[in-house]
């Protein structure tokens, strides 16, 4: 399995916001600016047909319009499989319209786009993956989730926007790989985890790998400072391989 990192950092850091990119086709969430920045990077867009939201905060799925838009610019018909909480059809369809008026009936002649909803812990098949997900705790905001992504026997977790609670654990249980919110410096709070919780999952899980992402650059100076065996700090386009 090819993990690319996309973006690592949080909203409010100077690094693109966290996104991966699997096998150069499934796109884990999409935040603003991240079509330009992958075309920035090299990457074919056109080939991504899975794109996965942990949730709809504006800085995990604000750029959808624009990488739709690039299909339709492109004259690329090929068929987008977008999955997501229960209501990311309705919020994808209003950013878009919002945006760009009337344009969601123009992408939907141009292309197929498959809406995969889901409103509670489930299995979703698909084609290329298998993708289980997983309830997080983001503060207030619900719902939010994490995944579990196997790819040709292979599986990596994702944790989302989410501060430590029992999901985590399950997530790091289930995956040789886990991509885990570390955006604090120090301790986490109710939304977020940090420094202190990813070092206690490190600890208790040495035989893991553990990657971290949407972190600020004060999160990231600390990790680099003091290095964990199995944490890895990942670069912006960092290519990883498991």
Request: hydrophobic share 40%; aromatic share 8%.
């Amino acid at each position: 399995m090819k993990v690319n990192i996309i973006g690592n950092g949080s909203i409010g850091a100077k690094y693109m916001s966290a996104s991966t990119l699997l096998d150069d086709h499934v796109l884990v969430d999409v935040p603003n600016g991240v079509t330009k920045h992958l075309k920035n990077l090299g990457y074919d867009v056109l080939a991504i047909d899975t794109i996965l939201l942990t949730h709809l905060h504006g800085d995990h799925f604000f750029d959808l319009p624009f990488f739709l838009l690039n299909k339709l610019f492109e004259k690329n018909h090929t068929k987008i499989t977008i999955v997501g909480p229960k209501e990311t059809a309705q919020k994808v369809q209003q950013l878009v319209n919002f945006g760009f008026p009337n344009s969601w009936e123009k992408l939907k002649e141009c292309f197929e786009i498959e809406m995969v909803k889901y409103d509670t812990d489930t299995i979703i098949q698909l084609p290329n993956l298998k993708i289980e997900t997983k309830e997080v705790k983001h503060a207030d905001f619900k719902p939010a989730f994490g995944y579990v992504v196997e790819i040709e026997g292979k599986k990596i977790a994702f944790s989302g926007d989410s501060c430590y609670c029992e999901a985590i654990e399950y997530l790091v249980q289930e995956a040789e790989v886990s991509i885990l919110d570390m955006s604090m410096q120090e301790s986490g709070n109710e939304a977020h985890m940090g420094y202190t919780e990813i070092q206690d999952i490190c600890t208790r899980y040495p035989e893991k790998k553990i990657i971290a992402t949407h972190m600020h650059e004060r999160t990231i100076e600390k990790a680099l400072a003091n290095p964990i065996p199995n944490l890895i700090v990942p670069a912006i386009n960092e290519k990883l391989e498991f």
